[in-house]
């Protein structure tokens, strides 16, 4: 059964920089894409980045686009989140859900879509 566990969340402050981790097991890691997810209390998960693990290619939310880079490591099964000079939007609730890649069909930030997620307490943000 595949499994996803987040961590490396934190307290970041202005102008600070954090890396959030999905670490993965029970599936093919580069057959699959992952995705950031994040829920601010209040209001619903929203996608913010996807990285297809098998070519590379990544999406990103405009309202993080130029502060967020999602990246995997095929070979340690690792997803990453890096935040650059997040902004109080950022303070939230972080999740990393994964599909297989082939199933993606462009919907890529589409939170039905994603078959498996982490419990995301790990990847809580507060500032």
């Known amino acids: 059964e595949a499994q996803l566990v987040e961590s490396g969340g934190g307290l970041v402050q202005a102008g600070g920089s954090l890396r959030l981790s999905c670490r993965a097991s029970?599936?093919?890691?580069?057959?699959?894409?992952i995705a950031w997810f994040r829920q601010a209390p209040g209001k619903e998960r929203e996608g913010v980045a996807y990285?297809?693990?098998?070519?590379?290619?990544?999406v990103y939310a405009d309202s993080v686009k130029g502060r967020f880079t999602i990246s995997s490591n095929n070979a340690k099964q690792t997803n990453y989140l890096q935040m650059d000079n997040p902004t109080t939007e950022a303070r939230a609730v972080y999740y990393c859900?994964?599909?297989?890649?082939?199933?993606?069909?462009?919907?890529?930030?589409?939170?039905?879509?994603?078959?498996?997620w982490g419990h995301g307490p790990q990847g809580t943000v507060s500032s």
């Open positions: 990285i297809g693990n098998s070519d590379g290619t990544t």
């Open positions: 859900g994964e599909l297989y890649q082939n199933w993606v069909g462009g919907r890529y930030l589409n939170r039905a879509i994603y078959d498996y």
């Open positions: 029970g599936f093919r890691f580069y057959e699959h894409a």
